[in-house]
């Protein structure tokens, strides 16, 4: 983890302009294209269920999970994780990803999607999604979709278009 004087704080509203800082450095403004940002067009994130990462009064992380469908379907969008570059590789996005997770199972979701690096995210327990089960809209390098079940035979059956939830 990290020596740094951290909280993991579930995000408030009053948050978003600093999160919304945080993605336009992190990922530039080619985002709004990539497949993930189009399924969370229009959708808020699970409030509950989304982290920010404070060292003192700075906010330099942050998590969400938003609520997709994949076929019929119900799950959740892990995304996007950011932490600002000055505060990288010290356990900041680890932790905003545990407090994401442990909170998705206590809440009763089964299933989190997410497109990523496989290496990264398979140390929390995402694993490839099979080929050809998921489809996303817009173009999507299929070894970067991952999931993550939250219980037992949550991926069974699951599969079809990745849509929003609303």
């Known amino acids: ?20 800082y945080l993605h336009e450095r992190a990922f530039g403004p080619g985002r709004f294209a990539r497949s993930a940002y189009r399924l969370r067009e229009g959708v808020p994130p699970a409030g509950d269920l989304s982290y920010v990462a404070r060292v003192g009064t700075f906010l330099v992380g942050s ?34 990803l545990n407090a994401s997770l442990e909170a998705a199972e206590k809440a009763g979701h089964r299933l989190v999607m ?4 496989e290496p990264y995210y398979a140390r929390v327990g995402f694993e ?31 599969a079809g278009e990745a849509r929003r939830a609303i």
Request: proline share 15%.
């Open 1 to 20: 983890m990290t020596s740094l004087p951290l909280a993991i704080l579930h995000e408030q509203p009053g948050d978003d302009p600093a999160v919304d």
């Open 114 to 117: 997410l497109v990523g690096d």
């Open 63 to 96: 998590n969400r999970l938003t609520p997709i469908r994949i076929g019929p379907s119900p799950a959740l969008l892990l995304g996007p994780l950011v932490v600002d570059p000055a505060f990288r590789s010290k356990g900041i996005g680890q932790a905003l």
């Open 128 to 158: 490839r999604v099979p080929t050809g089960r998921v489809t996303l809209p817009g173009p999507v390098d299929p070894r970067r979709v991952l999931w993550r079940p939250l219980v037992d035979g949550a991926t069974e059956g699951v």
